[in-house]
């Protein structure tokens, strides 16, 4: 039990802990989300932190978004392949019903960033108006939290090769493969509290996401909450 794998990898990143370092938690009591939600963390799931360390060459910080989500997906693939799995921008990996399969969270401190992946596997958070789903309620019986820990933590090198060596574009290229389809309706609510829907219109060449508005012009969104309508 810990408070948050993050935070732990946080202090110890400022400590000069190296990049690949990994830290898996049985249980979480202080797990969190983005925007500072409350991410619950019972035993049975897989809570886990790496640490990457920037490298004046290496693409823009934020699209390492694209690199966790990439590994997630290929892992689940693996460890339950009858799964239909989607990815919704930036990194969540939703069921084919829409319902959150997994939480990701970077969080920076000098060169380092700190990607904390949360993958349901026995049980699911509640998120307010968001559907959630693990692999057991989908009738999958995952493995142990510590083998599907080793499968990601291969999967996430791989991804951080091709990042650091082919760029963004080749990420987004395999992401818009993994994502809903090109025309598929969201909703987007902007940090400022607006509210927009359209069209998803596929990602821009640094990797945000192009909303499609009704009168046919594209919005190129590079924060916000996504929701499938």
Same mark, same amino acid.
């Given at each position: 039990?810990?408070?948050?794998?993050?935070?732990?990898?946080?202090? %110890?990143?400022?400590? @000069?802990?190296?990049?690949?370092?990994?830290?898996?938690?049985?249980? *979480?009591? @202080?797990? %969190?989300?983005?925007?500072?939600?409350?991410?619950?963390?019972? #035993?049975?799931?897989?809570?886990?932190?790496?640490?990457?360390?920037?490298?004046?060459?290496? /693409?823009? =910080?934020?699209?390492? #978004? &694209?690199?966790?989500?990439?590994?997630?997906?290929?892992?689940?693939?693996?460890?339950? /392949?009858?799964?239909?799995?989607?990815?919704?921008?930036?990194?969540?990996? !939703?069921?084919?019903?829409?319902?959150?399969?997994?939480?990701?969270?970077?969080? %920076?401190?000098?060169?380092?960033?700190?990607?904390?992946?949360?993958?349901? !596997?026995?049980?699911?958070?509640?998120?307010?108006?968001?559907?959630?789903?693990?692999?057991?309620? !989908?009738? +999958?019986?995952?493995?142990?939290? *510590?083998?599907?820990?080793?499968?990601? =933590?291969?999967?996430?090198?791989?991804?951080? @090769?091709?990042? %650091?060596?082919?760029?963004?574009?080749?990420?987004?290229?395999?992401?818009?493969?993994?994502? $809903?389809?090109?025309?598929? =309706?969201?909703?987007?609510?902007?940090?400022?509290?607006?509210?927009?829907?359209?069209?998803?219109?596929?990602?821009?060449?640094?990797?945000?996401? *192009?909303?499609?508005? =009704?009168?046919?012009? +594209? $919005? #190129? +969104?590079?924060?916000?909450?996504? &929701?499938?309508?």
């Amino acid at each position: 039990m810990t408070g948050s794998t993050n935070d732990d990898l946080l202090q %110890r990143a400022a400590a @000069g802990a190296p990049e690949g370092l990994w830290l898996r938690a049985d249980a *979480q009591d @202080g797990g %969190r989300g983005r925007m500072g939600r409350n991410w619950e963390s019972p #035993a049975g799931n897989v809570f886990a932190s790496t640490i990457v360390r920037l490298q004046p060459s290496d /693409p823009q =910080a934020p699209t390492l #978004a &694209f690199v966790a989500a990439l590994a997630v997906y290929d892992t689940l693939h693996l460890i339950a /392949p009858e799964c239909a799995v989607q990815i919704k921008w930036p990194n969540d990996l !939703l069921s084919a019903d829409g319902a959150k399969l997994c939480g990701i969270l970077l969080e %920076r401190k000098g060169d380092a960033v700190v990607v904390g992946i949360g993958i349901n !596997l026995t049980s699911s958070p509640e998120i307010p108006g968001r559907l959630t789903t693990d692999l057991k309620t !989908l009738v +999958i019986l995952p493995p142990h939290p *510590q083998a599907v820990t080793e499968i990601l =933590a291969s999967n996430m090198a791989i991804w951080m @090769g091709r990042w %650091r060596q082919y760029g963004v574009q080749t990420l987004t290229t395999h992401w818009q493969k993994a994502a $809903h389809p090109v025309g598929t =309706a969201l909703s987007v609510q902007l940090p400022n509290g607006e509210r927009e829907e359209g069209l998803y219109a596929g990602l821009t060449a640094e990797g945000a996401l *192009q909303l499609r508005l =009704a009168d046919g012009t +594209i $919005h #190129a +969104i590079h924060a916000a909450d996504v &929701f499938l309508v």
